[in-house]
């Protein structure tokens, strides 16, 4: 009996044992974030946006693409299927791919995937809320399309800052051309500019409605998704509260009209609160030697009633104007983003920085072609990705001593550069524009403080005008005519960045550089591995990481 009763008691102990493996199992896989996944397949179709047939580029037969809607830190497995007689990739604006430099779908990062071919992207929203887009970063193929809305909602036990609206409405808004992109960029190949744009899309229309029911609230997801000109937005008899700007909550300022510039985006509230009719919204080009506009209609359910009167007129082109707007975007501290702890505990202003830089922009002409550049370099892509390049200890592929840190009287020369920071420096960088025309710039893998803007030319005692405790963080900043834009950044995210001009003419022609983020202990903790299915080219053909 004794052995009979020793032996139920070990079989009992080894069932408890083996039911609370396979519940410590079950929580694991319980407490990882979901995956989702998705097939896409790239194809070109013919469409008449602006009225005449052209060839644009879709996504599963869509223009715009399809709608990525996610919650903060899911799992993102989309294979992407290039039906295209030319390589291709898309990049995620504004996606930080944390320690994943590897999925941010640019030449710098990854080999383009050939025609009649895939490759399966695997990202993560880490710790992101917000409005974001994608586009393709292969040559001009922005100019025909390929690009769409990433919405990323808060995790359900996030609390977020501002009632909870009835619904979203998502707002692609770009300047366009009939012009077929491979035209497009065989005129910039020759040394040639761009012409201005033949007019402006919502959402791939020139006409779209958005009805919602009287005395609701609803969020307006807005992006700039043009090639290159800024605009601004308005709705006729409303206002707009915004609360989010490229993932960061923000003092809830209320608007008439709202300039946003290209790669920008941001979310607004609009209460439904006005008499039960159409009303009109329009998006007005600014800054531009040509003026572009396009319409749609916000539309009261229960309405009979066109929208009449006049078109909302955009505020006078004023500078000032643009730039009090800009400063009036400020960090609500006391509200969480994707995590519960307040965007202010992080007290970035009393960081001092680890290294400055000053970018100028330039469009010199080298070779008797025109060409952009950044502290007289302009970038050329290499036929090898310099992030797999320096994976690969390959040599020849790019330059870390070409662009200073501050801009030179030297001649304009070309080159595929590379700027070096280690991991955790906290950057000051100036953009200073001195050229006519508005600038709009970009980096990969980050958002970044905008603490200052200013006329003329920087200078260090304009640090005293700095927002070292209140400002937004955002992905991407305006830089204004014959002006400055200053940032904070903390490196936090090891990889292969690309900081870029968003205008695409200009990066396209060389106004982008590479920021490789780097510690020399390697480490899974800082950086993820290269993916298995990494695609190989350029120098790296045939070989494996």
């Not at 009167?309 to 006078?316: E, F, L, R």
């Not at 200078?459 to 014959?482: I, S």
């Amino acid at each position: 009996m004794k052995m009979a009763f020793r032996t139920r008691s070990s079989l009992l102990h080894l069932l408890l044992l083996g039911a609370l493996v396979l519940l410590s199992s079950f929580v694991t896989v319980k407490g990882e974030s979901p995956y989702k996944f998705y097939t896409w397949t790239v194809t070109y179709g013919v469409i008449s946006p602006l009225g005449v047939p052209q060839q644009v580029i879709l996504i599963n037969g869509q223009f715009p693409g399809p709608k990525l809607e996610v919650v903060t830190n899911d799992n993102i497995i989309l294979n992407l299927i290039n039906k295209l007689d030319q390589p291709f990739l898309l990049t995620w604006n504004g996606i930080k791919q944390r320690k994943n430099s590897w999925q941010d779908g640019v030449l710098g990062t990854n080999c383009p995937i050939p025609p009649n071919s895939n490759f399966t992207y695997k990202f993560q929203t880490k710790d992101q809320i917000g409005t974001y887009n994608y586009f393709p970063s292969t040559g001009f193929h922005k100019a025909a399309g390929g690009f769409g809305a990433i919405n990323i909602y808060s995790r359900p036990r996030i609390p977020i800052p501002y009632p909870l609206p009835v619904a979203d409405f998502t707002l692609l808004i770009g300047d366009w051309f009939k012009t077929n992109h491979k035209t497009l960029q065989d005129r910039l190949d020759s040394g040639g500019v761009l012409p201005s744009p033949d007019g402006m899309l919502i959402n791939g229309q020139t006409q779209t409605t958005f009805t919602g029911d009287q005395g609701k609230t609803y969020m307006l997801r807005i992006s700039n998704v043009g090639l290159s000109s800024s605009f601004n937005f308005r709705i006729q008899g409303h206002t707009m509260q915004v609360v989010e700007v490229e993932g960061s909550h923000v003092l809830q300022n209320v608007y008439e009209s709202l300039d946003v510039h290209v790669g920008q985006s941001l979310s607004v509230l609009v209460t439904l609160n006005q008499p039960s009719r159409d009303y009109y919204i329009v998006a007005t080009s600014r800054y531009t030697t040509s003026k572009l506009s396009v319409t749609g209609l916000l539309r009261y359910s229960n309405s009979g009633v066109p929208a009449s009167g006049d078109i909302p007129p955009p505020p006078a082109e004023d500078l000032e104007w643009s730039l009090n707007q800009a400063r009036s975007f400020r960090w609500n501290l006391t509200a969480n983003a994707a995590r519960p702890n307040p965007q202010g505990s992080f007290h970035y202003g009393t960081i001092t920085p680890t290294k400055s830089f000053v970018f100028s922009s330039s469009a010199p002409l080298i070779n008797g072609k025109q060409r952009y550049a950044v502290n007289g370099v302009s970038y050329v892509n290499s036929e090898t990705p310099v992030k797999l390049a320096d994976q690969l200890n390959i040599t020849g592929v790019f330059s870390t001593d070409a662009i200073q840190s501050v801009p030179s009287n030297a001649p304009a020369i070309v080159a595929t550069s590379v700027v070096r920071a280690s991991l955790h420096d906290f950057l000051e960088v100036v953009f200073q524009n001195s050229e006519e025309s508005m600038q709009s710039w970009h980096l990969d893998g980050y958002d970044f403080w905008v603490v200052g803007f200013g006329s003329g030319q920087w200078t260090p005692e304009q640090r005293a005008q700095y927002n070292l405790v209140d400002a937004l963080t955002r992905h991407t900043t305006q830089v204004y005519p014959k002006s400055w834009t200053a940032i904070l950044v903390s490196l936090d995210n090891q990889g292969m960045w690309n900081m870029r001009s968003a205008i695409w003419e200009r990066q396209y022609l060389g106004q982008q550089f590479y920021l490789k983020v780097w510690d020399p202990v390697q480490s899974l903790a800082n950086e993820y591995n290269p993916p298995d299915n990494l695609l190989y080219c350029g120098k790296a053909t045939g070989r494996r990481v």
